[in-house]
């Protein structure tokens, strides 16, 4: 593995900084989260003309044709900004999914008015049990020329907005496919759900929601293969998100115990404050040695299911410590929420909690160990 970034990721990071540092003001956050999308129309087109939403969509369809690690660049910025946009959703649920399985017409539909930031996707990974996102109770059936689904979906992000939603169903035994759902057709009903974040996420009820044959991604015996794909690679991008959110929130705190003073001198100068400090800068560079470890496996095409868990791990366990040490060590302030930090621990929780907690991978690591 090399760990030097790529001249491309250093752009996309710096233009992805650059533009959230000028745009996402604290006042600037405070509006997106309470307006009714949950996110920041005018920025999102924003980074749609810089070119960013477009990282890892192909040249052919308005893209920058770049690759997972630049997109994995982007989302770490996306951490760092606690920005309230659906990136992770439409960029990596939905857009690479469909330029890596979707058909010509689909590809031609969908991934440009991503690449401009006129349209939002996104996928249904969880269902009610919590379970494994691979054993499915969502079912699929042919019907004429179309197919019918049934079945429930939680904690989905971006419905209300988006223009299609990936639903993986079974379609028989040992069947999956992949089914592109207009969030507004017939039988689909939505739920708003309260989350950590206060991110805007929805349970998705179908009975006998109609998906058209064109809106199929993949025929239904390779939906498996789809999903096998798809779900590392979001694993990994909210691990890069996760990197993100734990160096700012240390970076912060740097800075507070740098000029906070009790006893006539800053309080970094103290040896349980400095102490615990070091532990936190050395787990944010296990999330961050972890994560670019699985991201450039993923991106090289060599097996990487060991690697997504050890960094799912480490962006859930020690990206905890890290937030939890920057509130610890805020004290007050940390609890504020006219101050940023907040906002910090939030995201860590949930991404935390997403696509499996830190035992779950630790007990899928377990079972890798014990198969030899």
Same mark, same amino acid.
Request: hydrophobic share 40%.
């Given at each position: 593995m090399l760990f030097r970034s790529t001249e491309a990721?250093?752009?996309?990071?710096?233009?992805a900084r650059k533009i959230f540092e000028e745009r996402l003001t604290p006042a600037a956050l405070k509006t997106a989260e309470a307006s009714p999308d949950g996110f920041d129309r005018d920025l999102w087109r924003v980074l749609g003309s810089a070119g960013l939403l477009g990282t890892a969509v192909p040249e052919a369809h308005g893209g920058a044709g770049h690759g997972f690690l630049e997109l994995c660049a982007l989302l770490e910025e996306a951490g760092a900004a606690v920005a309230p946009l659906p990136i992770w959703s439409t960029a990596v649920l939905g857009a690479l999914p469909i330029a890596e399985f979707g058909t010509a017409e689909q590809r031609a539909?969908?991934?440009?008015?991503?690449?401009?930031?006129?349209?939002?996707?996104?996928?249904?990974?969880?269902?009610?049990?919590?379970?494994?996102?691979?054993?499915?109770? #969502? #079912?699929?059936?042919?019907?004429?020329?179309?197919w019918v689904l049934d079945g429930?979906? #939680?904690?989905?992000?971006?419905v209300a907005v988006a223009e299609r939603v990936l639903i993986p169903a079974v379609t028989g035994p040992d069947r999956l496919g992949v089914f592109l759902l207009d969030p507004r057709a017939r039988g689909v009903k939505l739920?708003?759900?309260?989350t #950590?974040?206060?991110e805007s996420q929805f349970r998705i009820a179908m009975e006998g929601a109609v998906v058209p044959r064109s809106d199929v991604l993949a025929d239904p015996s390779l939906g498996k293969d789809v999903l096998d794909w798809l779900l590392p690679r979001a694993t990994v991008a909210l691990c890069a998100m996760e990197l993100g959110v734990a160096e700012r929130a240390l970076r912060m705190t740097a800075a507070y115990t740098s000029?906070?003073?009790?006893?006539?001198?800053?309080?970094?100068?103290?040896q349980a404050v400095s102490q615990r400090a070091a532990d936190a800068y050395i787990d944010v560079e296990s999330i961050r040695v972890t994560t670019w470890q699985a991201a450039w496996r993923l991106s090289s095409g060599l097996p990487a299911d060991q690697a997504v868990s050890i960094a799912k791990y480490f962006a859930a366990e020690a990206g905890h410590r890290v937030v939890y040490a920057a509130q610890h060590l805020h004290a007050g302030m940390g609890f504020d929420l006219e101050y940023p930090l907040h906002r910090y621990y939030l995201w860590s929780k949930q991404i935390e909690l997403t696509l499996g907690s830190a035992s779950e991978h630790l007990a899928l690591l377990g079972r890798f160990v014990a198969a030899g």
């Open positions: 990721q250093t752009a996309v990071a710096g233009l539909r969908f991934l440009p008015g991503v690449a401009a930031g006129s349209v939002v996707l996104s996928a249904a990974l969880a269902e009610p049990d919590g379970g494994d996102p691979r054993r499915l109770q #969502t #079912t699929a059936r042919a019907q004429d020329d179309a429930i979906k #939680t904690c989905v992000p971006a739920e708003p759900q309260t #950590t974040t206060g000029t906070r003073q009790q006893f006539e001198r800053p309080i970094a100068t103290f």
